[in-house]
């Protein structure tokens, strides 16, 4: 595809939405052409303070305003699904906030759609797209610590006033979805799809899930433990080990500044070159795709979101989390 310059639409004015367009900056070959929100307001006042041209109070309307060729979504993890499924249907590449859907299904039948249009669907899972994640799973596909046998990781903060949606069962809340699904990732990338998986959470009055520890097991005989939590600070790390030593994310493991390795040679510190935020990596990679003529980002792969969203859809049947939108399916 001859694109120039990508012209990004941004559906949601929240949290990410902000950060996200703020790193899109960083890339002199996108520019991001609309913005739309449930009010005119939002829309106004984030276009204002990005220079965005057209403003919409209706994310419907900016998939139709054909001023767009991708769209990020950021708006809570229910919305995604029939955002994301109108955007493909109209031929709009769709870069989606994690997770992509609520439910494997929901999932598969975005894919199925892209591929029908032959239009590009990525799941926003920034940390596969940072370069020190990356140069970290280059140096465990070396073999630098043998065959990876355990894996841990552990996500959770506590705040005073959480954001409302993380609490609200109507808005996808609970910390497995929210911040779960990167310890989850983590494993996944380290020891692949596991063969067990065992899962405890402790839930609010209204079904929420705000601590949940889980472990899964593989047939190589590799385990992993992972947890994620609203009620305790955890110190954001997570590592991968194997006969001959360990590989460490620390503090924020999910968009780090360095990794470190620990060998029977002694331990090192290892810095990659990292600018921005981190989330201009994720849309560069779209952007390539995009201009590949790809249905699929490989950084960001299809296979991935169904089989997260799989292990999620078993890990909240264990603990007893459901969503009113756990229902909704829009394919044939
Ligand atoms: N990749 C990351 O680092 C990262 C970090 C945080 C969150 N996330 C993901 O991004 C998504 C949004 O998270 P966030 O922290 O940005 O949330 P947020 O600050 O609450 O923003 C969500 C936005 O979605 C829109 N929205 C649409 N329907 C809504 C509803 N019924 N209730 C509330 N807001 C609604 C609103 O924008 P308008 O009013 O403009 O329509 C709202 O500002 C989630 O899926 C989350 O998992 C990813």
Redo the contacts with the bound molecule.
């Keep these: 595809m001859g694109i120039d310059r990508v012209r990004w639409g941004i559906?949601?004015?929240?949290?990410?939405?902000?950060?996200?367009t703020k790193d899109l900056g960083v890339l002199d070959d996108a520019v991001v052409t609309a913005?739309?929100?449930?009010?005119q307001d939002?829309?106004d006042r984030?276009g204002e303070q990005f220079g965005i041209e057209h403003r919409f109070d209706d994310?419907r309307r900016l998939i139709e305003s054909g001023t767009v060729d991708v769209l990020y979504?950021?708006?809570?993890?229910?919305?995604?699904y029939g955002i994301a499924r109108a955007a493909l249907q109209a031929g709009i590449a769709v870069l989606c906030?994690?997770?992509v859907t609520l439910t494997a299904r929901q999932a598969r039948d975005l894919i199925a759609v892209a591929n029908e249009h032959k239009t590009l669907f990525a799941e926003?899972?920034?940390m596969r797209t940072n370069p020190v994640v990356q140069a970290m799973f280059a140096d465990l596909a070396k073999g630098t610590i043998g065959a990876p046998m355990q894996a841990l990781a552990d996500f959770g903060f506590h705040r005073p006033k959480f954001?409302?949606?993380?609490l609200?069962r109507?808005?996808?809340g609970g910390i497995l979805?929210?911040g779960g699904?990167y310890p989850m990732t983590f494993a996944y990338m380290a020891l692949g799809r596991p063969e067990e998986i065992k899962a405890v959470g402790s839930l609010n009055e209204d079904g929420v899930d705000l601590s949940v520890a889980m472990a899964w097991r593989y047939a190589s005989g590799a385990v992993a433990g992972l947890t994620c939590g609203l009620r305790s600070h955890h110190p954001f790390n997570a590592s991968v080990s194997g006969p001959d030593g360990s590989l460490l994310l620390p503090g924020g493991f999910?968009?780090p500044e360095y990794y470190i390795r620990q060998t029977v040679s002694g331990e090192e510190r290892v810095d990659v070159p990292m600018h921005g935020a981190g989330?201009h990596y994720e849309a560069a990679e779209v952007m390539r795709s995009l201009r590949a003529g790809e249905v699929e980002c490989p950084a960001l792969p299809h296979a991935a979101t169904i089989e997260i969203l799989e292990l999620l859809d078993e890990t909240r049947r264990q603990i007893g989390v459901s969503y009113p939108g756990d229902d909704e399916y829009l394919g044939g």
């Design positions: 559906v949601a004015t929240g949290n990410i939405s902000t950060s996200f913005i739309a929100s449930r009010s939002s829309a984030f994310y979504i950021g708006t809570p993890h229910p919305q995604h906030e994690k997770p926003a899972m920034w954001a409302p949606r993380l609200d109507e808005l996808g979805m929210d699904i999910h968009h989330y």
